[in-house]
């Protein structure tokens, strides 16, 4: 069974920096895309970034520019690089991943961004 496990949340002041960490264990194959995303209180989840095994990447309007996104395919591993956090970056992060017919969550890390 293929299990997502992030890591990395927390707590930072405005304008700082979080690394999230998504490990997969459970599945032989690398995944078609690998990607983040984001839910705050009372809003929908929202696509924050993914990357393909093809190499595109695609960013939310709202991070381009202080998100990125890596994955390391021999691994089954992504992470998410957060700069110039802003008080609106604060979410539960779930990391998906999957291929043509199926996809797998993670259980989601918090980020709060506040003074």
């Known amino acids: 069974q293929v299990q997502l496990v992030e890591s990395g949340g927390g707590l930072v002041q405005p304008g700082g920096s979080l690394r999230l960490s998504c490990a997969a264990s459970?599945?032989?194959?690398?995944?078609?895309?690998m990607a983040w995303y984001r839910q705050a209180p009372g809003k929908q989840r929202e696509l924050v970034a993914t990357?393909?095994?093809?190499?595109?990447?695609i960013y939310a309007d709202s991070v381009k520019g202080r998100f990125t996104i890596v994955r390391d395919n021999a691994k089954n591993t992504v992470f998410l690089q957060m700069n110039s956090l802003k008080p609106e970056d604060t979410a539960v992060y779930y990391c998906?991943?999957?291929?043509?017919?199926?996809?797998?969550w993670g259980q989601g890390t918090q980020v709060t961004v506040s003074s």
């Open positions: 459970g599945s032989t194959l690398s995944f078609s895309y």
């Open positions: 990357s393909r095994y093809s190499g595109s990447i």
């Open positions: 998906n991943a999957g291929g043509a017919g199926y996809t797998h």
